[in-house]
Structures are given as structure tokens and as C-alpha cells.
């Protein structure tokens, strides 16, 4: 089930229509120490210089505008010299910046010129002297009306449409807009210093025992009372849930994108949500935090927030995962399909278009997998350079500690223009680079990255769960869909035994043929981009034209694999407990999505990408059934992270994982493969992973009659006891016994109730 995505394309349309610390931007006369690299690209200090560099192969004249201020005219403009390498470059003393003005924080954009519009004397912003055609033959796209952002700035001044400029289309090409100056407008890159802010110390834990928490920074505490009201919706309130989500059981928070994105102008809790970018998967920039997740959203402040941020989840032994999104940019795609003339150009277009962006054949518009307008190049070397540079800069000056890259099977791409061909093996795409130059955490943990990739895109060869390069984890579609099928389809879409106890066990015919391990396998039931786990229990279908705040949202896939169980509130609660065990309780890396834990709810949106909304937000008032859930999905991680056997760092031998049917038995390949059968059951040698436990048994009936297990026989000395039963009769505060407190059991055959998981210890 791919992701629906084509709601970008109305975002798109939209476009072109330590805490206390106060921070700060340096300013020229307080410059960086001295040994910045100087062939680093982006606006730097340099001792008492400040240097601007940016790449572009085709351009024939740049020039570097810099401002005083994030808006109106320019200070002072310089040109900048090429090198054989094509990066185009001038420095500039501390003193002569000052002399034209700029005293405090330094804002900076390019302008470029190139064959298809090439300089001429007579040009001055906003007149079309020079012009020949807004794309040639080789795809240039250059126009020196756009102020154009830098790829490599560490922070930028402010989204391209702002609400004092809600209107994108001077930022056009063609003939309405090309000649419309975005100088005094466009978001400008900003010059920081390098400053002392700590990340804390990166937990080693193995991705084997982590639990991912997926959650939108701003909706993690947007609507917390607990949370200072200056700080709610922040980096720095984030910080303050560290030690809530790690007595919850999390030990990984992922943040939905973090990097600049066009949100200035949301809306929050008003009347409209066109354009808006609550997820936050249009990339304006790949260096700099975005400003509007900081409480201090001045110069610098973003930056040195989102590090004490981290420092928080460290102190918290809690790892900061970000999702990335380097398969395409806010630039998007062709305004209309029938023209290949408009397009936004603020940055990578029009600085190097066939370098920063995958196009036909014809070099006419962008080869798109994405569903999002184009391709960001990533065969390129230089555009693949941006990526692994930016990934860097968030992993060694930021502190993150690993990445979820979002359409990745993008990264896989050998083919520049014309074409998409996806490869595992070559050594020289994004994919494998990144890995090569910063490499996994190993399998019992220590130093490493954390690569997890959404394996997928949009188009032949794009689909490609289980074959990931080594190194690279996944989200596991397969899992989600198989239990999701087995869960809410019975007797419609039918689920094979043997295909359950794949996915349960790790699921190796994904990952185990390549050397890569149970770990590598992400598993999930829902993500942010879908139903919640409570809305895949409750809803038939998806209702995304719902009144604000709960919508309107469009796009969002039909194909949901849900049911609402019949319409009875404690049946979808039932399934909720199932689907939140399965993660619990099954080999690989569960995660969970923010808000699941109390049974958070959309009210069947499944895809509230625009909601900035009180709907969208997690909220902090709970029910007491919400209460009841939170318990158990407390409880049930702390038994995931209290028992080794079920985190393991290999596939299982028959030794370690023994299959059952109800009636005890190992199941045939009759069993196996009869999809009419609809129980099945497992036990987990405790002495071989140094389990607690000398055994640990799960059972689950798929069925919605009951179903009796016969129960194996307990290692010598011990006795079962029960953890839990997910069944409606033992909901409750504890229905997940606490350690020693677990239920006995006689070993007599145990009925099990329709559609349950049942959870034994041998103690």
C-alpha cells in the first residue's frame, strides 16, 4: 500500500499562487575562530572574512546580494569568480561589510546567469535585458530576477510565501512572472558562526532493542499544558517530554521533517487549509532546522534550540531519528502540464536545474517518481555531494542519531535523466554512499548510524521492500499489510499461516537472504501518512472532506485495509491491543506513531498532511479508556524490553522458535498454507537469548470464535503464567500483569476468545 502523495501537488499549487542561552547570529565584527574549511560551500566566517561558495556548472556570470536585513533592497552586491571544479565563489572582509551596512546578522542570496538567459550590461532586477528562453535544450532554467536561496545555508530568514507575502507567483518563470524581482522578498540564506551548543552523548544502543516513537515536533506539544504555553510546540518543549516518552518505553523519537519547509503561513485552528504543510515534506533547505518549531526563532536560535533538544533526549537515553526528504524539493514541478515554461525557481533550479533535478529525455521537465512535481537528482555527484554533506552536518553538528529517508528507493537511482533504474549493488548511488562514508550502528550496538528507509516510490522498479542495500533498515510494508489483512479482512483478503509466522519472526525471506537481520526489519501497523492504530480499528473507509479542524484534507489512499469491527467500541479497542502487541511481540524494530499509546484519533482522516490543527495535535487530556490503553502499551513495551528472546539479533534456529496449531502440534504444510485457518501459536527458548524467562509463549486467535490452545509443557522447574490476555473480559487497568505479579497457570487447555493474543512466561 503506497503512500498517497498527490496532495502535494495542491500544496504546490499553493506555492506558486542549551535552552536559556540566548542566540544569536555572529555578526561580522564577532567573526568564527579561525580553520573553517574554506572550500566548504555556503555563506562562512573565515576569520575576519566572511566567504560565499556555491556550485553551478552551466552558469556564466553569478553574483552574491547581501542584505542587512531578511527583506527590501540589497547593501552591497558582489560578483563571484569560478574555479575549474565550478564552484563560484568571493570573500569578503568583516570591514567592508560594515562599511556598506551590514552590522548585525549577515542575509545573503545569488543571482545567476547561464545560456539560456546570459548576462548583459543592460540588466537590472526586474527587466528581461538578456533574456533568450526560460529553458533551453540542455535544461538551464537560469533567471536573474530570482534571488536564488543557497543549497548550503545553515539557516534561512523565512519561507518563500510569508503571511506579509501569501502570493508565489513572482517566484514564476514564463512569461507572466520572469521578469519580476524577488530579491526584496525571497528568503536569504544566513551567515552563523560556529558555536558551542552540546548534543549530549549519543545513546549506543543496538536498533534490535529500540522502540521508534514517529511524532510531529509541534504536535507533541502544541496542546500540553504541562509544557510552558512560550514553548509549546517547539524544539525546546520537546526537550521537556524526553523523560515522559522514556517512561513510556520509547527509546527512539522520530521526527517528522525537521529541515526547513514552507509553513509560515499555515493556519492554526482557523478556517481554511489550503497550501498548508503540517507534515512538512516540502524541503526548502536541506541544513537549516526549521524556525518555526523554535521558540527563538532569531538568527542562530533555531539552531542552538534544536541541539539543546537533543542534549534533553540524550540525557534521556533516548536517540533523535529525523525524517529526511532528499527525493525532491518545495521547488516542485511544472505549474501546468500543458507548459514547460513556469515553474518556482528560488534555489536548485536556478542555480543548476539538470544538476539538482532528474529530467526527461529532452531536458523539458522533471522525471518524477515522487508524485511531487520531480526527482531531485540523486546520481548526480554533485547533487548526491548536497545529500551526504547535509546528512552529515545533522549527524555530527546537530547530533542526530540516525535517519528515516523518506521515497528512498529514489536514493537507489542510476539514472540521471531519461530514465529510472533502481540498484541494490551499485556503489556508486546515494544509498550506498551514505552508508560507505558514515557507516551503520553494528549489531550489538556502539558508534554508528541508524539508516531506515521508506521503500518505495511511485512507478515500475520503485517498490522495493526487502531489497534495501546492507546496512539499511525498513519500513515493512509487508508486515503491516499481512497483519492488517489477517486482522480486519477475514474471509476476504486470505492470510496463510505461514505467511503470519514470516512477519512474527522477523520476517526472513525480506532480510535474511542478503546477511541483513531481524532488526532491519521497521515493523509497523500505521504511520503518519494513514490512519491512526485507533482509526484503523474504527473506521470502513476514509472521511477526509470532514469540516476544520478535523479536515478538509484531500488525496489519502482508498485502499486502508480497515474495518470498524462491526461498530462496538470495545471490540475496536480489543483489536487496537492486538495490533499494538503484534509490535510488541514480534522480531525486528516495532514503531509506533505518536498519540497510538492513548488511542488517538482523526476521525477517519487518512491524510491530514495539512491539519496544523487541535485534531492533528496529540492531546494530553485522556479518558479513562485512553488511560487503560496508555497502561497497556506502557506495560507491554517494558515486557519487550525486560525479555531479550523477543529482541533478537539473528533469525531464530528451530531450537529457539518453536511453532504450534491450537492443538499443539507443529504445524504441516497443510497447516501452513490453508488460509482458512485462522490460529496460531509460538514459544521462545528464554535460556538461549538470556532471557529472564525460561520461556516466553504467545498465541493468537484470528478467529472471532473462541479457540482452545493446548499448551506446551514448560521448561523443567517452571510453571506458565499468564502476562496477559487481550480479550474484552480482562480489559483494565492491569490487564498486562507487572513482573512477579503474572497469573499461574494449571497447564489445562487454554480458551482462548475470538480475535485475542494471549501471553505466557514460564517462571
Not at 530570482?146 to 523565512?158: G, T, V
Not at 514517529?214 to 524544539?235: I, K
Not at 511481540?585 to 491524510?607: F, K, Q, V
Request: proline residues 7%; negative net charge.
Amino acid at each position: 500500500m503506497l503512500p498517497a502523495r498527490h496532495w502535494i501537488a495542491v500544496f504546490v499549487a499553493a506555492l506558486v499562487m542549551a535552552f536559556a542561552a540566548p542566540a544569536s547570529a555572529a555578526p561580522p565584527d564577532a567573526p568564527a575562530p579561525e580553520g573553517i574549511d574554506q572550500r566548504a560551500l555556503g555563506g562562512r566566517y573565515s576569520g575576519s572574512n566572511v566567504t560565499f561558495r556555491v556550485y553551478s556548472a552551466a552558469a556564466t556570470r553569478m553574483r552574491v546580494d547581501v542584505y542587512a536585513a531578511a527583506t527590501g533592497a540589497p547593501s552591497v552586491t558582489y560578483p563571484l569568480t569560478a574555479d575549474a571544479d565550478h564552484v563560484w565563489s568571493v570573500t569578503v572582509s568583516v570591514a567592508a561589510l560594515r562599511a556598506a551596512g551590514v552590522t548585525g546578522t549577515v542575509y545573503y542570496g545569488y543571482r545567476a546567469w547561464g545560456p539560456n538567459w546570459p548576462y548583459t550590461a543592460s540588466w537590472t532586477p526586474g527587466s528581461s535585458a538578456g533574456f533568450v528562453s526560460d529553458v533551453d535544450s540542455s535544461g538551464n532554467r537560469f533567471n536573474p530576477n530570482k534571488l536564488l536561496l543557497d543549497p548550503y545555508a545553515r539557516e534561512i530568514s523565512h519561507d518563500p510565501l510569508t503571511p506579509a507575502n501569501p502570493d508565489g507567483t513572482g517566484y514564476g518563470s514564463g512569461a507572466a512572472n520572469r521578469a519580476t524581482d524577488t530579491g526584496p522578498t525571497a528568503p536569504k540564506g544566513v551567515v552563523l558562526a560556529e558555536d558551542g551548543t552540546g548534543t549530549g552523548t549519543k545513546p549506543a544502543r543496538a536498533l534490535k532493542d529500540d522502540v521508534v516513537y514517529e511524532v510531529n515536533v509541534r504536535g507533541l506539544t502544541q496542546a500540553d499544558p504541562s509544557v510552558p504555553a512560550a514553548y509549546r510546540g517547539t524544539y525546546r518543549g520537546a526537550g521537556l517530554k524526553a523523560q515522559r516518552l522514556r517512561e513510556l518505553g520509547v527509546t527512539a523519537v522520530e521526527f517528522l521533517p525537521l529541515q526547513e519547509t514552507q509553513n509560515d503561513t499555515n493556519d492554526v485552528d482557523a478556517t481554511g487549509t489550503d497550501g498548508d504543510n503540517y507534515w512538512g515534506y516540502m524541503t526548502v533547505n536541506y541544513f537549516a532546522p526549521d524556525r518555526r518549531y523554535a521558540a527563538d526563532r532569531s538568527p542562530g536560535g533555531p539552531t542552538k534550540e534544536f541541539k539543546a533538544m537533543v542534549a534533553a533526549f540524550h540525557a534521556a537515553g533516548i536517540k533523535v531519528l529525523v525524517d529526511v526528504v532528499y527525493n525532491h524539493t518545495a521547488e516542485g514541478g511544472p505549474w501546468s502540464e500543458a507548459d514547460t515554461s513556469t515553474y518556482s525557481v528560488y534555489s536548485w533550479r536556478g542555480l543548476d536545474n539538470p544538476t539538482y533535478y532528474s529530467l526527461t529525455a529532452d531536458r523539458q521537465r522533471p522525471w518524477d517518481n515522487t508524485g511531487v512535481g520531480g526527482n531531485y537528482n540523486t546520481a548526480n555527484p554533485v547533487a548526491q555531494d548536497l545529500i551526504v554533506d547535509s546528512v552529515a552536518y545533522w549527524k555530527d553538528k546537530l547530533g542526530v542519531d540516525g535517519f528515516r529517508f523518506d521515497l528512498a528507493s529514489v536514493l537507489g537511482n542510476t539514472c540521471q535523466h531519461g530514465c529510472f533504474t533502481y540498484s541494490k549493488t551499485n556503489s556508486g548511488t546515494a544509498l550506498n554512499r551514505l552508508t560507505a562514508e558514515m557507516p551503520p550502528r553494528p549489531a550489538g550496538g556502539g558508534s554508528g548510524v541508524d539508516w531506515i528507509a521508506e521503500p518505495w516510490a511511485i512507478g515500475d522498479g520503485t517498490y522495493q521492500v526487502g531489497n534495501f542495500p546492507s546496512g539499511w533498515a525498513e519500513w515493512n510494508g509487508i508486515y503491516r499489510d499481512s497483519l492488517r489483512r489477517d486482522q480486519n479482512k477475514l474471509g476476504v483478503a486470505p492470510i496463510t499461516p505461514g505467511e503470519l509466522a514470516t512477519r512474527f519472526a522477523g520476517s526472513s525471506d525480506l532480510y535474511g537472504d542478503d546477511g541483513r537481520k531481524p532488526y532491519h526489519s521497521v515493523n509497523f501497523m500505521v504511520a503518519h501518512d494513514g490512519f491512526t492504530l485507533a482509526d484503523l480499528y474504527s473506521c470502513n473507509g476514509k472521511n477526509n472532506s470532514q469540516p476544520w479542524p478535523y479536515g478538509p484534507s484531500d488525496g489519502g489512499s482508498d485502499d486502508n485495509i480497515s474495518w470498524d469491527q462491526g461498530g462496538v467500541a470495545a471490540a475496536q479497542r480489543k483489536a487496537t491491543r492486538n495490533g499494538f502487541a503484534f509490535l510488541a511481540l514480534s522480531a525486528g524494530t516495532p514503531m509506533i506513531t505518536g498519540g497510538d499509546e492513548y488511542l488517538r484519533r482523526i476521525n477517519c482522516n487518512n491524510n491530514p498532511y495539512n491539519l496544523d490543527s487541535s485534531a492533528n495535535w496529540l492531546g494530553h487530556s485522556p479518558t479513562a479508556d485512553q488511560s487503560t490503553f496508555h497502561t497497556f502499551a506502557q506495560r507491554m513495551l517494558a515486557f519487550r524490553a525486560a525479555h531479550p528472546a523477543l529482541r533478537p539479533a539473528n533469525f531464530p534456529t528451530a531450537a529457539q522458535l518453536q511453532w504450534f496449531t491450537p492443538s499443539g502440534t507443529t504445524p504441516d504444510a497443510a497447516y501452513w498454507n490453508d488460509p482458512g485457518n485462522h490460529a496460531l501459536a509460538w514459544r521462545l527458548d528464554g535460556a538461549a537469548a538470556g532471557d529472564p524467562a525460561a520461556a516466553i509463549y504467545v498465541a493468537y486467535n484470528g478467529w472471532s470464535g473462541e479457540v482452545t490452545f493446548t499448551l506446551p509443557s514448560p521448561p523443567s522447574g517452571t510453571t506458565w503464567h499468564r502476562v496477559t490476555d487481550t480479550s474484552t473480559w480482562a480489559e483494565g487497568p492491569d490487564q498486562v500483569r507487572q513482573p512477579g505479579a503474572e497469573d499461574p497457570l494449571d497447564g489445562t487447555p487454554y480458551g482462548l476468545g475470538g480475535r485475542a493474543v494471549l501471553v505466557l512466561a514460564a517462571r
